[in-house]
């Protein structure tokens, strides 16, 4: 734990290290009226900090620099929880009053808005169609083997099935298995629905387990094939002047399961926040990752995020993040 005064002088060097990207010298943290204190006590405290692993200092400049213990003692001590600003909240409010349409489209539009507000690269994980309640089913005959299944889900995607059915099923039992089908699916997940009771008619009990298995299987994809939809990538570039660092970055955003773990390691860990060498992979030890969750009809079904430099600035950062997934979880439970 530090004391008061240590706290408000590492306080003010994350916070105008942050602001110009340079190293912060006493001169800078004594104009802060908070920290009363003499220009000597303050090279004496940040000197401290330095011995207790919080600041480190380039060896080109006297001023000093967050490490990735101080960048985590400011995100865990800020002292309420950040505003999103009023120009930002009105962004944020006009485009999801005017986001309609399919539910890719909206995702990719979303990680473009989070990446406009944060100035950094934003990604959007796709929900789990396995976790998303069935709206309306149906199926419909395409051919004289051929029945396919629609399926609106909770977010207003659409899934669908085509399966072979007995060549001698008719029609009346197409139109039987359809509304059994409706009355088991509808107000469930389509991860979670039961194996069909058997009727005792052989064509539509055939087509029932068919169709189970498609829609069971189908809504249970494997990790690496989650939706990843990634915005402002091309921002990362302005953010370090290594251009393999950079390179680096951007290649691990094109891997979608990469992504979608990194994102899940941050929330099992309980926070929302990963700094520099807390991710698991190295080529990120100089970035930061902020993440929430977003839920459909009270259940959490993705996650979005914002990757950008240990020096972001996170309350900005956590409230963009926080406000966008609240809006995205509200416009998805709507339809």
Do not use: W
Request: glycine letters at 6%; charged letters at 20%.
């Amino acid at each position: 734990m530090l004391d008061a005064r240590k706290s408000a002088i590492l306080r003010k060097v994350v916070t105008e290290h942050i602001e110009t990207a340079q190293p912060v010298g006493s001169s800078h943290v004594v104009q802060d009226p908070a920290i009363d204190v003499s220009p000597a006590t303050v090279r004496s405290d940040m000197a401290a900090l330095e011995r207790e692993g919080y600041l480190t200092h380039p060896h080109t400049s006297a001023g000093r620099i967050p490490t990735d213990k101080g960048y985590r003692f400011f995100v865990d001590n800020l002292s309420d929880a950040p505003l999103l600003d009023p120009a930002s909240h009105e962004q944020v409010a006009t485009f999801f009053d005017r986001a309609h349409g399919e539910l890719e489209r909206m995702l990719r539009d979303t990680s473009r808005l989070l990446s406009q507000l944060t100035d950094h690269a934003a990604v959007v994980v796709a929900p789990a169609h396995e976790v998303l309640t069935v709206r309306s089913s149906m199926l419909t005959r395409l051919g004289p083997r051929v029945v396919l299944h629609v399926a609106v889900l909770s977010n207003g995607s659409v899934e669908k099935h085509s399966v072979e059915m007995e060549e001698r099923t008719t029609d009346s039992e197409v139109a039987a298995a359809s509304a059994l089908l409706a009355d088991q699916l509808c107000g469930h997940t389509l991860g979670r629905a039961a194996a069909p009771a058997r009727t005792g008619n052989g064509p539509v009990d055939v087509l029932l387990g068919a169709l189970h298995a498609q829609i069971v299987d189908g809504a249970r994809p494997a990790p690496e094939t989650e939706e990843v939809y990634v915005g402002g990538a091309a921002r990362m570039a302005q953010q370090f002047a290594a251009v393999d660092q950079v390179r680096e970055v951007l290649s691990i955003l094109e891997q979608s399961f990469v992504v979608v773990s990194l994102l899940h390691d941050v929330l099992s860990t309980g926070q929302s926040v990963a700094i520099g060498t807390e991710n698991r992979v190295e080529s990120l030890a100089e970035c930061s990752l902020v993440v929430a969750p977003y839920e459909v009809d009270d259940e959490v079904v993705g996650t979005i995020g914002v990757l950008g430099p240990t020096r972001m600035n996170y309350p900005q950062a956590l409230a963009a993040v926080a406000v966008v997934s609240q809006r995205l979880g509200r416009q998805l439970s709507s339809g």
